[in-house]
């Protein structure tokens, strides 16, 4: 069983597909921590509505292409994401697996850990709330330590989705 991280993010109708997609996640893998949720604005698209950010932390007997492929990109078609040339259109649900274990994977279509992670905030501060004493694999970074974590004012926390995100989780 592999540890890992997946970053959740919706900014049509949040309200309902990021619950719906948690539990869509859930059965395929064992959900173990939800990290508190927030509000951000998009990035570079200020036309857009704002966005529901957090991170979900899970175990899977699953490698990380069955995951991301199998299990991640179907649950973002069933929820009516649909993948165009513009990378940061808006979306339904949009996951992605951030860290996977120890892994350093650099794929077509499978960079792990996700080279985001230093430069977002709404990636990092959930992160490091769901594991504190997280050393980025292949780099060392210790996630703590770094600047990235102090860039909060961006970002609202949501107390209400968070908790019933945790309710459906049962944690």
Known sequence: ?????????SNIAPETHVPAALRALMRH????????MYRTEPLGR???????NGIW???TDRDARSLKYDVLRSIETALGRVRTADAYAARTIDLDIVVFGD?????DGLVIPDPDILERPF??????ELKPDLRLPGSGVVLAQH??????????ALPELTK???????L
């Open 103 to 107: 892994a350093v994977l650099d794929e």
């Open 57 to 59: 932390s899970a175990v």
């Open 29 to 36: 893998v064992t959900v173990c921590g939800i990290s508190t």
């Open 164 to 170: 019933q995100l945790k309710e459906i989780a049962n």
């Open 123 to 128: 990636l990092a501060i959930p992160l490091l």
């Open 147 to 156: 600047p990235v974590c102090m860039q909060t004012g961006a970002m609202t």
């Open 1 to 9: 069983m592999t540890e890992t991280f997946i970053s959740v993010g």
């Open 46 to 52: 200020p036309e857009q509505a704002s966005f529901v």
